[in-house]
């Protein structure tokens, strides 16, 4: 099935967008008027630089107000088409998309409509043309697919069809079963978008607030499924209208956008692949068993700081590789490898952001599967040489430039640790922390689309509500993904200005994107006492904090007390409670975090956030300082 994407959804000029497009792996493009008219090329130029990238151009919109006009407006309308089909034939297509009329003295009626159409697919006939009418959710008199499609059909043209756009189906809420009705022949175009469900103006919420199908709340699935019961089998096109994207790299958003066209298709067909023979087939979406290891690159002191930080987190070094400059330090299931090498990708990690996070290595059930997928969903693979009695671990590059690693049980990657890393013990020290809960990224808020997204295509994850943080020098939105069992979790932190201690960490690391890793434990209490002796600082919280929690919560002198000499958070929920308390700051922002769930608490400790950050501030080193 070929894919396409209106030039309107991508930022830049027209040639900036089609070289986006077509490196994005479309097979075509709505090419939107205004884009045409901004550029300074002629029609028969512009349709040539088009299919000399590879695109062809699957429709030309939009042509506005034409249906139940009265005279003179009527026949100036006809006159307005026919010089777009003069356009449509200098550019190399032959389908226009006709959208209801908003205008102001239309008239309504089914049949007057229809009898417009009729007219039209006749003038269109007459240059090989085809003529597309879609229903705009705030249309005067056409407002519904159900009616633009009584058009279509009453005026029985073989050259008149139907263009249907899942959000004018799905923002007014109509059932996209509907659908199923309409002869697969006669739906001449779908154009997809997904968007937030927010309650507001419906011309407004869509110019404003479209997405790529799966990164918004709408059942595009469902509308989707419904269009191929049909038997259709044209193009599929992204129509975007997003403040956002507008202003985004267009490299970044079409490749987004092809990757939700390929996801979402891929979920059509998976209830019955055998139907979709155009669809390529492709694994399923990974299940996730946790994270498998971490990995910084580091250097010189940094490396020694660090080290000397998982010391009293409770680590023990219990291996090096075998070839590389790089050792193992592990507690219960959690393993963090520090990577001191001086080439290769974390030698260049490390000049770009400093100490940083690297490489995740991520358990999952079929490591070469997950790479497949995520190869098939535009994802760049990653390889290095890989040297005598090393592992060839299935790799793809992540969002900025990072890299997961994927492994498994079946195929005996999961042995790694032991071919790969000569053991040692140099302690015994152990705090009880057992797993890592989370992973918490930092990104633009103009970029967080993207990663949930590029998560969400790959794994059996689910999102949360985007949730607003309030740091004392502006906002961070985060939002977090999980599998069913919560065995991987990430929550994404979107920066709108650099004041925030998210945007100073983006700004200081260069876009490094792991600002702080949870450890989950068992018993926080005893994990701080027993990280206390092992010389462990913790983040000291303010006595206020530990105040207000006696109003908010009904919480006994003791556990109050045992929080406030830890230092320790604490929230609840319907369903239980979580602790959590932090270390200090380092390389530039980044941290460690300590965790305990009881019960079935499933958030994150949000309402912490403002005082954790205030604390942190409080301990970061002033602009120009060096960092340690």
């Known amino acids: 099935m070929k894919t396409s994407i209106a030039t309107v959804s991508i930022s830049g000029n027209l040639p900036e967008k089609l070289e986006a497009i077509a490196a994005a792996g479309f097979d075509g493009i709505e090419i939107f008027e205004q884009d045409f008219i901004a550029h300074d090329g002629n029609p028969r130029e512009v349709g040539e630089l088009i299919r000399s990238m590879g695109l062809e151009i699957t429709l030309f919109q939009p042509f506005r107000d034409f249906e139940g006009l009265p005279e003179p407006l009527r026949a100036k309308a006809f006159d307005r088409a026919e010089r777009k089909f003069d356009l449509m034939q200098e550019l190399g297509t032959d389908l226009v998309l006709v959208c209801s009329s908003c205008h102001p003295e239309a008239l309504g009626g089914i049949d007057r409509a ?351 509500p985007m949730v607003d943080v309030a740091d004392p020098d502006g906002l961070v939105r985060s939002q977090a993904l999980e599998t069913a069992d919560g065995s991987f979790r990430i929550t994404l932190n979107g920066a709108e200005t650099h004041r925030t201690m998210a945007g100073n960490f983006l700004a200081d690391s260069f876009g490094a994107s792991v600002q702080h890793i949870a450890l989950s434990t068992d018993d926080i209490f005893a994990s701080a006492a027993a990280m206390a002796k092992l010389g462990f600082e913790p983040l000291p919280m303010s006595e206020n904090y530990y105040s207000d929690l006696v109003a908010r919560f009904d919480l006994n002198m003791y556990m109050l007390e045992a929080l406030r000499a830890g230092n320790i958070l604490y929230d609840e929920d319907a369903n239980g409670s979580f602790f959590q308390f932090y270390s200090k700051p380092y390389a530039g922002g980044m941290f460690f975090e300590i965790v305990e769930r009881r019960g079935n608490y499933k958030g994150y400790g949000a309402p912490n956030a403002p005082f954790r950050i205030a604390a942190q501030k409080r301990l970061m080193r002033p602009k120009g300082m060096p960092r340690l």
Not at 286 to 310: C, H, K, M, W
Request: hydrophobic share 40%.
């Open 114 to 464: 229809a009898a417009d159409f009729h007219e039209l697919g006749d003038r269109a006939a007459k240059r090989d043309l085809r003529v597309g009418f879609e229903a705009l959710a705030w249309g005067r008199h056409v407002n519904d697919h159900r009616d633009a499609w009584e058009i279509v059909r009453r005026a029985d043209h073989n050259n008149v069809g139907l263009i249907l756009d899942s959000f004018h189906t799905l923002a007014r809420k109509i059932d996209p079963e509907t659908i199923r009705r309409i002869p697969g022949d006669k739906i001449f175009f779908v154009q997809l978008a997904d968007a937030p469900l927010i309650d507001m103006d419906l011309l407004y919420w869509s110019r404003h607030f479209r997405n790529m199908p799966g990164e918004g709340d709408l059942p595009v699935v469902d509308f989707m499924k419904a269009v191929m019961a049909t038997g259709y089998s044209g193009p599929i096109s992204l129509e975007i209208f997003n403040d956002q994207f507008r202003g985004g790299r267009p490299k970044t958003i079409a490749k987004d956008g092809h990757r939700s066209l390929i996801a979402l298709m891929d979920d059509v067909a998976r209830d019955a692949p055998s139907d979709y023979p155009n669809i390529a087939p492709m694994p399923e979406r990974s299940n996730v068993d946790g994270v498998a290891f971490v990995e910084f690159a580091t250097r010189g002191e940094e490396a020694q700081a660090l080290e000397a930080i998982l010391h009293t987190l409770g680590f023990q070094r219990s291996g090096t590789h075998i070839a590389k400059k790089l050792s193992l330090w592990t507690q219960g299931d959690i393993r963090i490898v520090i990577n001191r090498e001086t080439s290769g990708y974390a030698s260049s990690a490390y000049t770009t952001h400093g100490t940083t996070v690297c490489d995740i290595g991520i358990s999952v059930d079929a490591a070469d599967e997950t790479a497949s997928r995520a190869k098939s969903l535009g994802a760049d693979p990653f390889q290095q040489p890989t040297g005598p009695g090393e592992l060839d671990i299935p790799a793809i590059r992540g969002q900025s430039g990072s890299v997961l690693h994927f492994i498994d049980d079946k195929s005996g990657l999961s042995d790694v640790w032991s071919v790969e890393f000569a053991n040692e013990h140099t302690d015994e020290a152990d705090a009880g922390l057992k797993r890592i809960d989370h992973l918490a990224q930092t990104m633009s808020y103009d970029e967080m689309l993207s990663w949930s997204l590029f998560y969400t295509t790959l794994f059996q994850m689910q999102k949360s």
